[in-house]
């Protein structure tokens, strides 16, 4: 990984995102991730709190977690973004890469169901 402080996140398959609510309240989201260049890349459903919560605050914290969302490292202070059309396609390419057929599974049945996606690039501060 180019960045040191995302070393923990080396080798694994869930990142715990915690998001803010405007009264400061954090929400906390295990997703799936790719890194690319000291970022780190997820995707979500354009509608989702999280992504309402990321376009009021960009300012996250970060944290590899399990399935459910347990921390297995360091919370790392991190800022958020929802990143135009080409970087989402380069997102998705990493995330299918590393993830392979359940991901392709998602996209399809996304793509049916004609979901809005959307892909968040998160940088350590």
């Known amino acids: 990984m180019s960045n040191e402080k995302l070393a923990e996140f080396a080798g694994q398959k869930y990142v715990n995102v915690a998001t803010y609510r405007k009264n400061g309240t954090a929400v906390y989201t295990p997703m799936w991730f790719a ?52 970087a989402a396609e380069h ?19 996304s793509k049916i169901r004609k979901r809005e996606r959307v892909v968040i690039a998160i940088r350590p501060a």
């Open 91 to 109: 997102g998705h390419k990493l995330l299918n890469k590393k993830y392979g057929l359940l991901k392709s599974l998602g996209d399809f049945f």
């Open 35 to 86: 890194e690319e260049g000291g970022e780190l890349y997820v995707y979500s459903l354009a509608n989702a709190g999280k992504v309402k919560r990321i376009r009021n605050n960009p300012r996250v914290k970060i944290a590899p977690c399990d399935v459910r969302g347990k921390p297995k490292g360091a919370w790392i202070e991190a800022e958020a973004r929802i990143v135009d059309r080409s």
